[in-house]
């Protein structure tokens, strides 16, 4: 079945520290790939969107995203993180052939720590 | 530029009554899709407009419906409310295919069925 994994359910990560959020996916086609972020009791920002080409994606708030294919992995990475980071992050993918739908992961809750 | 407008941003309302939630896409986006985000069943796909036709719907009752205006505006409608109908209701519009694949949320609705 197609699907959309996000193994880390929580993490706790320092300020200044690296951070790194996991995301896989099923499906039979390479799919559009997302990462959306969400602070309590908002909508969803996205961060950056990967749908072909380079394979190494910049986004807003400095992060980044590898898509790794043999994998199938959207890895979610940034260097040094900031008390602002903490939030709820979501991975989703969509698929050309099935419109405009968006199935997400079961989201990545940061907390970071002074 | 203005970004996805939902209304009203909370409500409370009885089980068995029935709720009309509007959203305002970001001007030029014709597609409208809806979500609905629980604690237990995360972010899940209601429908798709565009053009003011159903492109996709997702796997929820008849109780859930929409419709989408020559304007695009969209509105969804739950009728016969169950407490389990109690989430943040979220709508994304699209600017289309291609490169220029995106969503962008709005804050959501936030409705409680009491």
């Known amino acids: 079945a197609q699907s959309v994994t996000q193994p880390d359910i929580h993490i706790t990560v320092s300020e200044g520290a690296s951070l790194e959020l996991r995301c896989n996916y099923s499906?039979?086609?390479?799919?559009?790939l997302f990462w959306y972020v969400q602070s309590p009791g908002q909508g969803l920002q996205l961060l950056l969107k990967y749908f072909s080409g380079d394979t190494l994606v910049q986004g807003i708030k400095g992060f980044e995203a590898e898509f790794k294919r043999s994998q199938s992995s959207f890895n979610l990475r940034k260097p040094s993180v900031h008390w602002s980071d903490a939030a709820e992050y979501f991975c989703a993918v969509a698929l050309k052939a099935a419109g405009n739908k968006l199935t997400f992961g079961g989201g990545t809750r940061v907390l970071v720590k002074p | 530029k203005a970004g996805v407008t939902q209304t009203p941003r909370y409500l409370i309302k009885t089980r068995g009554q029935q709720v009309t939630l509007s959203c305002s896409p970001i001007s030029g986006h014709r597609s409208v899709s809806w979500y609905q985000q629980t604690p237990g069943q995360g972010l899940q796909f209601l429908f798709e407009?565009?053009?003011?036709?159903?492109?996709n719907k997702g796997n929820f009752p008849g109780r859930f419906s929409g419709r989408q205006f020559s304007n695009s505006r969209s509105e969804m409608n739950v009728s016969t409310l169950e407490l389990g109908d109690s989430a943040l209701y979220l709508c994304a519009s699209s600017s289309g295919t291609g490169e220029s694949y995106g969503y962008t949320f709005g804050s959501g609705t936030r409705l409680t069925v009491v």
């Open positions: 407009y565009f053009s003011e036709t159903q492109r």
């Open positions: 499906y039979g086609a390479t799919p559009y």
